[in-house]
């Protein structure tokens, strides 16, 4: 057994830590923790919304579609995303929020991983 091997189920492994695989709070000595990235396997019933945007953000996010229909708010922009593969980034001091118009499955990519940013549920 290699300790730098981590083999998963990524539906599994994120419901123990709110979709979250792989960042800074993994244990350290874990292959999963990373202070240059983290990732989210994110899980979303139809509805399910960030209701308080994120402010001054410090990160640049990927968030891509699995499968449903996913919208991201932005300043002045809203980001449908529809099809399997659609995806949008964003970058540092953009404020966002999201709501899943259907139940959807997103992969969030984010740099890099920062203590200290999360949100209240």
């Known amino acids: 057994m ?3 091997v981590y083999v998963g189920k990524a539906g599994k492994d994120a419901a123990l830590d709110r979709g979250w695989l792989l960042g800074h ?3 350290a000595g ?5 202070e240059d990235v ?5 899980v979303h019933p139809r509805g ?3 209701l ?3 402010k001054g953000e410090h990160r640049t996010a990927l968030l891509v579609l699995i499968s449903g229909r996913f919208r991201v708010e932005l300043p002045g922009r809203s980001v449908l995303l529809e099809e399997q593969g659609d995806y949008v980034v964003w970058g540092h001091g953009v404020d966002h929020s999201w709501v899943a118009e259907e139940e959807s ?3 969030t990519v984010r740099w890099p991983s ?7 549920e």
């Open 2 to 4: 290699n300790d730098s």
């Open 25 to 27: 709070f993994k244990e």
């Open 30 to 34: 874990d292959p999963r923790h990373s």
């Open 38 to 42: 983290e990732i989210k396997w994110g």
């Open 48 to 50: 399910d919304e960030r």
């Open 52 to 54: 308080q945007r994120v």
């Open 105 to 107: 499955v997103v992969l």
């Open 114 to 120: 920062v203590p200290g940013y999360a949100v209240g």
